[in-house]
């Protein structure tokens, strides 16, 4: 028997699952709903405290307890905590608030509410003392209606009851006022802790929060408003429709009734013209927003008492910006363009048209950055990034004008002599076609000299002055910086070295275009006739070779004259 049964329960869970999961679960239970810091945990002392007298006991502006805000002048909310110096410990967790803090005043919490929902609320009461009476009020927050009253000594009671919301009652406010203390003095009593507030569904529900996201960063964030009537439709993981919802006044949506599983939540675009889903999952998941561009989110639901409301969307607007190409004079096609937001993270990309113009669409509200990344051929790169903000709402596209600059090309001039050897220290003017000077660039060593960042354009060299010992090239040498120019210009001009027979010295030649050059008349030497014969090369005085000549011609002629007298 007990096998049929169990057998009979799976074949009925077949039935359902076969029936696309249309079946409702019956079981009613509650969950929270929409209150914050329930039980006053999230406080922040260390900036917004002071201590009121005793361990433990503060008084700490309503700025600096999360959710809850209070009419005292003072605008303090009293917080105890465990060790405290009376020893009162809290109902649930660490801190708890005494209603009468430095000045008497309720405290309150401003809570979104559904039209027509059921809410039950709870919360502990004790007095500090003696006998402590505190009074719950509800309704809209310009005119809460007393509920009920609290009296209590010295040991914690709680209090539960239930709250429809009126027709119209999108915000609910609920309030504790202090009522009487056993001092009689409305500042000393009436602590409160763990505040609660429920809403009773049938079977696991999903749901939660649209909204308009104005600052286009995928977060809730307080002062966005939210969107109503929005329609929601759920779906299978099999995209069986099983309902569809629209958002309340205040945003919401919430699926009730529903079975274990996982599920397809599709959120419907007002106006696909002027919105679209902002950034998806960005930070906590209950104040992101889940929806993909689409307007698609997935959900699981683990049991029939599950509880997801944490599928948000956000809405926001979207924006352009146009980017306009330039050089000095005319627009320029081809360039590329990357769209950055403020992460640094590339969005978007673009392609400047003929007329030197690109429009980038789709940019939700925030900050962003334009980043060049190639230019047109012939001009550089630019590489600074620029920056622009879209604005929520915005109608005409941001425009920003980037300017090129045509790629310069480099003159590299080569001295040599007449034998192909380097020349340095040759001094050479650049012109431009205007003939006026814009550079003197001077050789080195290796009689290279170089001169860079030359726009594209008909340019000449002039040599101001020449090596030592060379002559000055005196001509013009044209050249010119092509468009888009990819290697250097390279000139090799030629020097001719000053004549060896000239008797000027090289200190004397020309060796800039101003100088005059000065003429050194030539002198040339009387030499001796080298081919002169022996008989032809008349005696010099003092002559020893002579003197002996002579005297043997004198011995020869008297002894001629001898011989003929005998």
Do not use: C
Not at 331 to 342: E, P, R
Not at 343 to 351: F, R, V
Not at 522 to 544: F, M, S, W
């Amino acid at each position: 028997m007990k096998q049929r049964w169990i057998i009979g329960l799976f074949f009925l869970f077949l039935i359902m699952l076969a029936g696309g999961l249309k079946a409702e679960a019956t079981e009613n239970w509650e969950f929270s709903w929409m209150i914050k810091n329930a039980d006053f945990e999230n406080i922040n002392i260390a900036d917004y405290g002071r201590n009121a007298g005793q361990p433990n006991v503060w008084y700490v502006n309503q700025d600096g307890v999360e959710a809850w805000a209070t009419s005292n002048p003072s605008g303090n909310i009293e917080v105890w905590q465990n060790g405290n110096g009376e020893n009162v410990p809290a109902f649930s967790g660490t801190n708890f608030i005494e209603l009468n803090s430095d000045g008497p005043g309720p405290v309150y919490q401003d809570i979104k509410t559904v039209p027509g929902s059921t809410l039950k609320w709870s919360f502990a009461h004790r007095g500090r003392s003696g006998t402590d009476i505190a009074e719950l009020l509800i309704g809209a927050p310009d005119n809460p209606l007393p509920i009920m009253e609290a009296e209590d000594g010295m040991t914690w009671n709680t209090y539960s009851g239930t709250y429809v919301v009126p027709a119209g009652q999108t915000i609910t406010r609920l309030t504790f006022n202090p009522v009487a203390t056993s001092h009689g003095n409305l500042t000393i009593g009436n602590f409160l802790d763990d505040i609660n507030l429920y809403i009773d569904v049938t079977g696991a529900q999903l749901g939660d929060y649209v909204w308009y996201d104005t600052n286009g960063d995928g977060v809730q964030n307080n002062g966005e408003p939210p969107a109503p009537n929005v329609q929601v439709e759920l779906y299978t993981k099999n995209n069986v429709l099983v309902k569809t919802a629209t958002t309340n006044d205040i945003g919401s949506y919430l699926f009730t009734g529903l079975l274990a599983g996982e599920y397809h939540v599709k959120f419907i675009n007002p106006d696909p013209s002027r919105y679209t889903f902002t950034k998806q999952k960005i930070g906590d998941e209950k104040t992101d927003s889940d929806p993909d561009k689409n307007g698609d989110a997935t959900a699981n639901l683990t049991s029939i008492r599950d509880s997801n409301t944490t599928i948000d969307a956000g809405l926001t607007t979207t924006g352009s910006i146009i980017i306009h190409k330039v050089d000095q004079n005319k627009k320029l096609a081809n360039a590329k363009f990357t769209v950055q937001d403020s992460n640094g993270t590339t969005i978007a990309s673009g392609t400047t048209n003929e007329d030197g113009s690109v429009q980038i669409d789709g940019l939700t509200p925030g900050n962003y950055f334009i980043q060049e990344t190639a230019a047109p051929t012939g001009y550089e790169l630019e590489q600074t990034r620029t920056p622009f903000t879209i604005t929520y709402g915005q109608t005409a596209p941001v425009e920003l004008t980037v300017t090129n600059q045509l790629k310069t090309g480099t003159l590299i001039i080569h001295k040599i002599n007449t034998k192909n050897q380097d020349l340095g220290n040759a001094i050479f003017d650049v012109f431009d076609k205007s003939n006026q000077a814009i550079a003197k660039i001077v050789t080195n060593t290796s009689g290279i000299a170089t001169l860079n960042d030359l726009l594209p354009g008909s340019y000449y060299v002039k040599e101001r002055e020449a090596p030592d010992g060379y002559q000055l090239k005196s001509d013009n040498i044209p050249f010119t910086i092509p468009f888009n120019p990819i290697t250097p210009v390279t000139l090799t001009i030629q020097n001719t070295a000053i004549p060896a027979n000239n008797p000027a010295t090289p200190a004397e030649q020309p060796k800039h275009q101003s100088e005059t050059p000065v003429v050194t008349p030539t002198i040339t030497p009387v030499t001796a006739v080298q081919n002169a014969t022996a008989a032809e090369k008349l005696p010099e005085t003092g002559d020893r070779e002579a003197d002996l000549a002579q005297l043997i011609g004198l011995v020869l002629l008297a002894t001629g004259i001898l011989l003929r007298r005998t």
